[in-house]
């Protein structure tokens, strides 16, 4: 087959075949670029998450702490 076409013929279908072979490689580069961005968003909300509770958290220490030592000042006032 290949020897029955032009040199036109064989020019155009190295030219489509490189062309082919392009659009896959931008085609995979998106897909790995999509892949990296959902990937930093998904990062994006655990760390937040992870903010959040760590504030949450250190809140509820702090009244936790708090608490009790309120509780031991008014028994001590009351005594």
Do not use: C, K
């Not at 655990?46 to 959040?52: A, E, F, V």
């Amino acid at each position: 087959m290949i020897l029955s076409m032009s040199a036109d013929d064989l020019s155009e279908r190295l030219l489509i075949n490189t062309v082919e072979t392009e659009l896959r490689h931008i085609q995979y580069f998106r897909h790995i670029l999509t892949t990296i961005w959902w990937a930093s968003i998904s990062s994006l909300v655990t760390t937040s998450y992870d903010i959040i509770t760590a504030v949450t958290m250190e809140i509820e220490f702090t009244l936790f702490d708090v608490s009790p030592l309120g509780l031991i000042i008014q028994l001590d006032i009351q005594t």
